[in-house]
């Protein structure tokens, strides 16, 4: 099963500044997942991170916004630019695993998320 | 466009209540259908997978049904505990997650 380790897992930062979000996997994963959840809503996927080449963006998300790394198969970043409180928000990380004691089999695991105030 | 939908929006019940959580969505042509556990400004915890060839899932006091014809899912929560006091929230993989907006559920001691 994965592991993801998220950090950092809550910062309030200032308006016009950005803020880089890191997810550790114990293990090696092809694809690594981005997703927004605004406060009282559902999450939203961002985008969708492949080792080696440049990430897909959903519908209103680009990359100037929420550039995202991928160096290798085990993280990844998420970088929120510019930032205003319209971005305070929980980001999450996900990749496809087997968490350990879930039924049915491959799920998508996701990280403890990172809760960003914006002032 | 997966439209998910999740029925009630909160959910208040006794201890020792038996739970039902509703969820549809528009599009029955998914890989797997995922109910999931968020604890307030937490990540979300896994609970069950159903595959879209299967019918139901169990794990414990947790069973998940899956009805893609209809477009629907339903998960029983047995013998309620305050500990199962959280979000509930369901999604569809159909090459990507589409989220319910989640069920709140309250257990009183």
């Known amino acids: 099963s994965a592991v993801i380790s998220q950090k950092p897992s809550r910062d309030i930062c200032q308006r016009g500044t950005s803020l880089t979000i890191q997810c550790q996997v114990d293990?090696?994963?092809?694809?690594m997942f981005w997703y927004r959840q605004q406060p009282g809503q559902s999450l939203t996927l961002i985008a969708t991170a492949n080792q080696g080449s440049e990430a897909t963006y959903e519908s209103g998300f680009v990359i100037d916004k929420f550039p995202i790394s991928r160096p290798n198969l085990t993280f990844s970043t998420l970088t929120v630019s510019n930032m205003s409180p319209e971005d305070s928000s929980i980001y999450l990380c996900?990749?496809?695993?087997?968490?350990?004691?879930?039924?049915?089999?491959?799920?998508?695991?996701f990280g403890s998320g990172t809760r960003l105030t914006v002032v | 466009k997966q439209e998910v939908t999740q029925i009630p929006a909160a959910l208040s019940v006794p201890e020792g209540e038996n739970l039902v959580l509703n969820c549809s969505f528009t599009?029955?042509?998914?890989?797997?259908l995922q109910w999931f556990r968020q604890d307030p400004g937490k990540g979300l915890t896994s609970l069950l997978l159903i595959q879209s060839s299967q019918r139901e899932q169990t794990s414990g006091r947790l069973n998940a049904s899956l009805d893609k014809s209809s477009g629907r899912s339903t998960l029983y929560i047995a013998a309620s505990q305050p500990g199962d006091s959280a979000t509930y929230l369901c999604a569809v993989n159909d090459y990507k997650l589409s989220f319910g907006a989640g069920t709140t559920v309250t257990v009183r001691a």
């Open positions: 996900s990749v496809v695993g087997a968490p350990k004691g879930v039924a049915g089999g491959w799920a998508d695991t």
């Open positions: 599009d029955s042509a998914i890989y797997n």
């Open positions: 293990s090696q994963v092809t694809m």
